[in-house]
């Protein structure tokens, strides 16, 4: 099992910035990829960011250029550096760690962007 704190998240103004955390504790022997997700309209979570123990990184198209994810191996920890924040971005972010045949999310933090 994988135990997920998760913080950061909060109310910014338009073209503001956040960092994301998330930190996993627990069985992360079998973990490949670590990443950001966020509920799409379809009512399905969709990729925000993500990154691999080799440190390759996918984004989203709606956010490259503006997001950043990162990873601190020691302290099992990464971060998604949002930055020219846009009301669409509105939305509960949900970490994730997955593997070959394992799949974990945490509790999500909330990100609203607004005036």
């Known amino acids: 099992q994988v135990q997920f704190v998760e913080s950061g998240g909060g109310l910014v103004q338009p073209g503001g910035s956040l960092r994301l955390s998330c930190t996993a504790t627990g069985n992360l022997f079998s973990i490949k990829k670590w990443g950001w997700y966020r509920q799409a309209p379809e009512n399905e979570r969709e990729l925000v960011a993500e990154i691999t123990t080799d440190y390759s990184t996918t984004y989203a198209d709606s956010v490259k250029g503006r997001f950043t994810i990162s990873k601190d191996n020691a302290k099992n920890t990464i971060y998604l550096q949002m930055n020219n924040l846009k009301p669409d971005d509105t939305n509960i972010y949900y970490c994730?760690?997955?593997?070959?045949?394992?799949?974990?999310w945490g509790k999500g933090t909330l990100v609203a962007v607004s005036s």
């Open positions: 994730n760690v997955r593997g070959y045949v394992v799949n974990f």
